[in-house]
Nanobody
């Protein structure tokens, strides 16, 4: 049974940092596309970062240079290091996964991801 559990969210001042974790169980993350999405109430869910095979990474333009996605296959865990946080980064952050490589449409094709975590809230105050 595939399960994803996020942690690491919280409240931080603008310019600060947070690291989100997504612990996976029931499968091996090394052969799945792992992604972070975020959603603000009333707005569409958007892709933030994705990783495949522990080394092929993808980012939304809005977070490039500030966020880093990484993967620890031994721990079956994916991380999202978020630096230089802005108020517009405030959202519920979700970890998601689908088998195989990350599709080119991963940022907007959230419905193609088969498994999701429960989400962790990030609030950035200015």
């Amino acid at each position: 049974q595939v399960q994803l559990v996020e942690s690491g969210g919280g409240s931080v001042q603008a310019g600060g940092s947070l690291r989100l974790s997504c612990a996976a169980s029931g499968y091996s993350t090394s052969t799945y596309c792992m992604a972070w999405f975020r959603q603000v109430t009333g707005k569409e869910r958007e892709g933030v970062a994705a990783i495949y095979a522990g080394r092929i990474t993808y980012y939304a333009d809005s977070v490039k240079g500030r966020f880093t996605i990484s993967q620890d296959n031994a721990k079956n865990t994916v991380y999202l290091q978020m630096n230089s946080l802005k108020s517009e980064d405030s959202a519920m952050y979700y970890c998601a996964t689908q088998w195989g490589t990350c599709p080119s449409t991963w940022k907007r094709d959230w419905i193609g991801f088969d498994y999701w975590g429960q989400g962790t809230q990030v609030t950035v105050s200015s």
